[in-house]
Nanobody, 117 residues
Framework: QVQLVESGGGLVQAGGSLRLSCVVS????????MGWYRQAPGKQRELVAT???????NYADSVKGRFAISREYAPNRLYLQMNSLKPDDTAVYYC???????????WGQGTQVTVSS
């Protein structure tokens, strides 16, 4: 059973920074893609940033230049460094891991990020 556990969320003022962590219960090499998604109240869950096994990254336009996704193999962790935070970044942030063969999609329980103006 794959488990993803996020931490690092909290309340921060606009312009501040936070670093989210996702502890993975297995080697992150298993997954084709890992990433961070977020869901604000009343909105759909949206992609924030992803990273493939080759290290290729993809960011939402709204976070480019401010957020950075990274990973560690020992321990197996995924990170999201968030700088220059804005109130619009307020959301629950979820860690995600995906495979294509066999198809699998795993989610963490989420961590709340609140940015005050």
């Amino acid at each position: 059973q794959v488990q993803l556990v996020e931490s690092g969320g909290g309340l921060v003022q606009a312009g501040g920074s936070l670093r989210l962590s996702c502890v993975v219960s297995t080697t992150i090499f298993r997954f084709n893609t890992m990433g961070w998604y977020r869901q604000a109240p009343g909105k759909q869950r949206e992609l924030v940033a992803t990273m493939t096994t080759t290290g290729s990254t993809n960011y939402a336009d709204s976070v480019k230049g401010r957020f950075a996704i990274s990973r560690e193999y020992a321990p197996n962790r995924l990170y999201l460094q968030m700088n220059s935070l804005k109130p619009d970044d307020t959301a629950v942030y979820y860690c995600n891991a995906q495979n294509t063969r066999p198809a699998a999609n795993y989610w963490g329980q989420g961590t709340q990020v609140t940015v005050s103006s």
